[in-house]
């Protein structure tokens, strides 16, 4: 990210500044690329924010579905273990009548 500022303030565009680093994807340079080109970088960073933003709201909602029925089960599991912790010892003292 240094070099991309260095060269940035050396007068070079952003897109091609932050060509060389392998945090972006292609898609969000060629999108600063048009926006710098066509005046509209703004308009363009606004765009690739509301992709990005979309983008990770579906990722966390696939892991919401993968993650919730595992913490419904475990928290299944724990019920039952405390309703067997309580059960089991009046069942024992039941058979000693």
Same mark, same amino acid.
Request: net charge negative.
């Given at each position: 990210m240094d070099e991309? @500022? &260095?060269k940035i303030e050396k007068g070079k565009s952003m897109s091609s500044a932050l060509e060389a680093s392998v945090?972006?994807?292609p898609l969000f340079l060629q999108m600063i690329s048009v926006g710098e080109q066509s005046g509209q970088l &703004? /308009?363009? *960073?606004d765009k690739v924010a509301? /992709?990005?933003e979309? &983008?990770?709201e579906s990722s966390i909602m696939g892991m919401t /579905? *993968? @993650?919730e029925p595992i913490m419904i089960s475990s928290m299944? *599991?724990?019920v039952g273990f405390v309703v067997l912790s309580i059960l089991l010892p009046i069942f024992e003292m039941n058979q000693m009548i």
């Open positions: 991309a @500022i &260095e945090w972006f994807p &703004e /308009a363009m *960073l509301t /992709a990005y979309r &983008e990770v /579905a *993968l @993650i299944g *599991l724990a």
